[in-house]
């Protein structure tokens, strides 16, 4: 399996009870960036040696999603591909957590309904919050690199607690 931000590729062996074998399926995916230790930030790519060397061409769609579902639950810091937050992780879990959920805000918002009237309410609460998260983007990218104390502040007030 090849994955990228735009598509990802599965081969599916050959089976005589599918008109599908020796094909090579190409999926077009909206990857969702995250802060994860085993998840590069720049290109979406997965750390998981199931997807590796330990990869074989019998293993099912089935077995990829749970490995990649099990993954994302539980990290595995020793093997990040993005150190910062691997080192979070294992150094500082609240700051990691702050920090997850701040991607998760920005980049994991709900979708809006798209040309169906009885969703109009829907799709204008989604705009709200979007507005609300392009204001999050604007002073995140405006701040310059915060003190840890202001960071902390900083956290607090994204959350509601300030």
Not at 14 to 41: G, Q
Not at 69 to 94: F, H, M, Q, T, W
Not at 148 to 154: A, F, N
């Amino acid at each position: 399996m090849h994955a990228s931000r735009k598509q990802a590729s599965l081969p599916i062996p050959p089976h005589t009870s599918t008109p599908y074998s020796l094909s090579l399926s190409v999926f077009r995916l909206l990857l969702t960036k995250l802060f994860h230790p085993n998840v590069a930030s720049s290109t979406g790519e997965i750390c998981v040696n199931t997807l590796k060397k330990d990869w074989k061409s019998d293993l099912g769609i089935k077995h990829v999603l749970l490995t990649i579902k099990c993954l994302l639950i539980v990290p595995n810091p020793e093997s990040a591909l993005n150190e910062e937050a691997g080192k979070l992780l294992l150094e500082r879990y609240d700051d990691y957590c702050a920090r997850a959920k701040l991607y998760t805000e920005i980049h994991a918002s709900e979708y809006p309904p798209r040309d169906h009237p009885r969703d109009l309410a829907k799709g204008l609460q989604h705009i709200r919050q979007k507005k609300t998260l392009s204001k999050k983007r604007k002073s995140l990218k405006e701040e310059k690199r915060p003190s840890k104390d202001s960071e902390q502040r900083l956290s607090l007030k994204w959350n509601g607690i300030l």
